[in-house]
């Protein structure tokens, strides 16, 4: 009997229950495109953490600010001609460590034995200057202010002064980065893929092998094979690596003691890249490196997306504040809705449930037969919202509009003040990087547990309305509509 009503009065009041199932629908539509962008934000903000941080990495150990580095330590070059004052050719490489601080190699082991650390391993930020070209009999030195080196090739003329002759000469500048070859799974580098060639083998410690970023390579036609020459050592280009967000951590990546040798940083390194045994647990595993570890300074995945800005910054707050309240005020009004709605249709059906009741139908089941129309809507507004969610969350992957976020860049050491990055985890990131990010918006099946929850809930709310309503019904109720 109850179905079989049930199934003749929604019949009967289509326009009624569509009504009611499309507020239901649209507020929670609107839920699901909302929490689809939300996830599809975080998994853009994750894509540019990854070229900073490395695949697998959940924080980063740096030395801490020093006050000690200055413009002391900043580079200076010395030329002269030769003693019989014709032009001559001149070349000299600089190898850097970037920010000048770095840890003890031994703390890489202390971090790794620190509770919660599931793994560590370092690495050594270098910036290479090579200065080439001819120079008449004079001397030239590079100025106090160290300045206007430009990165990449090319002809550049820095600040610095020319005594007794002229120069005509080219600044290349490119990073280098030291990596741990015994373990490929943490690090920059595992932020790129091998796209030619192989990567390093771990039995290549100190060996002279190079891997080249693919943007670096394509501009000095470098190739599996090549060569590549730094302060006078020769290496071989053993691959080429593709940066997954197409921004690179480094030029070149080199192995640790290769590193070492060329900045004359014998067990030192700049970066420890931790991974943490439980991800839930990033915060206690921070701590206590903090506390246990002395002058260092630990920066989190969290602590490095507060520096991420951009449009993909600026649409996530957006996804996380305005959409999150607006779904929340849409789907509250699609319940209040709902409910008066269910009990406006119950006021107007006052004779029949009056004559129900008058035939020997308790208040009880008059009751259990409202709420189970509202919950039929609720269901039936649950399916629609999931289908029009499902549309919406599809069209914006189609889409797939582009965000770009913005990395401000530092100098010396980057958020951890030391390091030598101008990010942890990002060699040779000293200066704001721009990536270009294409939003999407997964589903995941807790979001259409969610829609399915909320549908359910949505018909309880308006049953519970228009139950109410139906169990204040009495018997001369019907008579007084029929008068």
């Known amino acids: 009997?109850?179905?079989?009503?049930?199934?003749?009065?929604?019949?009967?009041?289509?326009?009624?229950?569509?009504?009611?199932?499309?507020?239901?629908?649209?507020?929670?539509?609107?839920?699901?495109?909302?929490?689809?962008?939300?996830?599809?934000?975080?998994?853009?903000?994750?894509?540019?953490?990854?070229?900073?941080?490395?695949?697998?990495?959940?924080?980063?150990?740096?030395?801490?600010?020093?006050?000690?580095?200055?413009?002391?330590?900043?580079?200076?070059?010395?030329?002269?001609?030769?003693?019989?004052?014709?032009?001559?050719?001149?070349?000299?490489?600089?190898?850097?460590?970037?920010?000048?601080?770095?840890?003890?190699?031994?703390?890489?082991?202390?971090?790794?034995?620190?509770?919660?650390?599931?793994?560590?391993?370092?690495?050594?930020s270098l910036q290479v200057l090579k200065v080439s070209g001819q120079f008449t009999r004079g001397q030239f030195q590079q100025s106090e202010s160290g300045g206007g080196f430009q990165r990449g090739g090319g002809t550049g003329r820095p600040q610095g002064e020319v005594k007794g002759g002229g120069a005509d000469f080219d600044v290349n500048n490119y990073s280098v980065y030291g990596t741990d070859v015994t373990k490929p799974g943490l690090g920059p580098l595992t932020s790129s893929k091998i796209t030619s060639g192989r990567t390093f083998k771990a039995t290549e410690t100190d060996a002279k092998v190079v891997v080249a970023d693919s943007a670096y390579a394509k501009e000095k036609k470098y190739k599996a094979g090549s060569t590549v020459t730094i302060k006078g050592v020769t290496f071989t280009v053993i691959g080429i690596a593709t940066a997954d967000s197409g921004d690179s951590a480094a030029d070149l990546y080199i192995p640790l003691k290769q590193a070492q040798t060329l900045a004359d940083a014998k067990d030192k390194v700049t970066t420890i890249y931790v991974k943490a045994a439980d991800s839930k647990k990033i915060d206690n595993v921070k701590s206590a490196i903090q506390k246990n570890v002395s002058g260092t300074t630990v920066?989190?995945?969290?602590?490095?997306?507060?520096?991420?800005?951009?449009?993909?910054?600026?649409?996530?707050?957006?996804?996380?504040?305005?959409?999150?309240?607006?779904?929340?005020?849409?789907?509250?009004?699609?319940?209040?809705?709902?409910?008066?709605?269910?009990?406006?249709?119950?006021?107007?059906?006052?004779?029949?449930?009056?004559?129900?009741?008058?035939?020997?139908?308790?208040?009880?089941?008059?009751?259990?037969?409202?709420?189970?129309?509202?919950?039929?809507?609720?269901?039936?507004?649950?399916?629609?919202?999931?289908?029009?969610?499902?549309?919406?969350?599809?069209?914006?992957?189609?889409?797939?509009?582009?965000?770009?976020?913005?990395?401000?860049?530092?100098?010396?050491?980057?958020?951890?003040?030391?390091?030598?990055?101008?990010?942890?985890?990002?060699?040779?990131?000293?200066?704001?990087?721009?990536?270009?990010?294409?939003?999407?918006?997964?589903?995941?099946?807790?979001?259409?547990?969610?829609?399915?929850?909320?549908?359910?809930?949505?018909?309880l709310i308006a049953g519970a309305f228009g139950g109410w309503r139906a169990s204040r019904l009495r018997p001369a109720d019907a008579l007084r509509r029929v008068e």
């Open 1 to 124: 009997m109850f179905f079989t009503y049930l199934r003749r009065e929604l019949r009967r009041r289509r326009k009624a229950a569509l009504v009611v199932a499309s507020g239901l629908a649209l507020g929670i539509a609107l839920v699901i495109v909302v929490d689809s962008v939300s996830t599809g934000m975080g998994k853009a903000q994750d894509k540019v953490l990854q070229s900073l941080y490395g695949l697998g990495t959940d924080m980063t150990v740096t030395k801490a600010a020093s006050a000690s580095t200055g413009d002391a330590q900043r580079p200076r070059f010395r030329f002269d001609a030769q003693n019989n004052g014709d032009d001559s050719t001149q070349s000299t490489d600089r190898v850097m460590v970037q920010g000048f601080q770095t840890l003890s190699a031994s703390t890489v082991a202390k971090v790794g034995s620190q509770s919660g650390v599931s793994d560590a391993v370092g690495g050594l």
């Open 299 to 459: 920066t989190t995945s969290a602590d490095l997306a507060d520096t991420v800005s951009g449009s993909l910054s600026t649409a996530s707050s957006l996804a996380a504040d305005v959409g999150t309240w607006l779904s929340l005020a849409v789907l509250v009004a699609a319940f209040l809705v709902a409910g008066l709605l269910t009990s406006s249709a119950v006021s107007r059906r006052v004779r029949e449930f009056g004559t129900l009741k008058a035939l020997g139908w308790r208040s009880g089941r008059v009751t259990r037969q409202v709420v189970g129309e509202a919950m039929v809507n609720g269901l039936v507004g649950g399916a629609l919202g999931i289908a029009l969610g499902l549309a919406g969350a599809y069209v914006v992957t189609a889409i797939g509009p582009g965000l770009q976020a913005q990395v401000g860049g530092g100098t010396g050491g980057g958020l951890g003040g030391g390091g030598g990055a101008g990010f942890p985890g990002g060699p040779g990131r000293r200066t704001a990087k721009t990536l270009e990010v294409a939003l999407t918006a997964p589903v995941s099946v807790t979001t259409i547990v969610l829609a399915v929850g909320l549908a359910v809930a949505g018909g």
